[in-house]
Nanobody, 126 residues
């Protein structure tokens, strides 16, 4: 049974930091494009960052560049999202996703029908 379980969300003040974790079971995360997406109320889900092959390839949304870092621990089958300098507009439900890697770039656009986690809430207050 394939499962992605996120953790690490919470409430922080603007400028603070959080680290999200996504523990994968039933799949080998190194064979997948792994990504973090988020969805705020009344907004569409958007990609935040993606990673493949232990971190050799990473992609970030413009909103995440310079503040967020995605990483992968293949031994633990876990993907992380370190978020620094958080802003109120970062408030959202954050989801981990896994899309089987079939070649090419592992960016947000390849996540056409991924496996999703249940999400973890991040709330940033001003």
């Amino acid at each position: 049974q394939v499962q992605l379980v996120e953790s690490g969300g919470g409430s922080v003040q603007a400028g603070g930091s959080l680290t999200l974790s996504c523990a994968a079971s039933g799949l080998t995360s190194s064979r997948y494009c792994m990504g973090w997406f988020r969805q705020a109320p009344r907004k569409e889900r958007e990609g935040v960052a993606t990673i493949r092959n232990g971190g050799i390839r990473t992609f970030y949304a413009d909103s995440a560049k310079g503040r967020f870092t995605i990483s992968q621990d293949s031994a633990k089958n876990t993907v992380y999202l370190q978020m620094n300098s958080l802003k109120p507009e970062d408030s959202a439900m954050y989801y981990c996703a896994a899309e089987l890697y079939v070649g090419g770039y592992c960016n947000m656009s390849v996540f056409s029908d991924p496996i999703w986690g249940q999400g973890t809430q991040v709330t940033v207050s001003s």
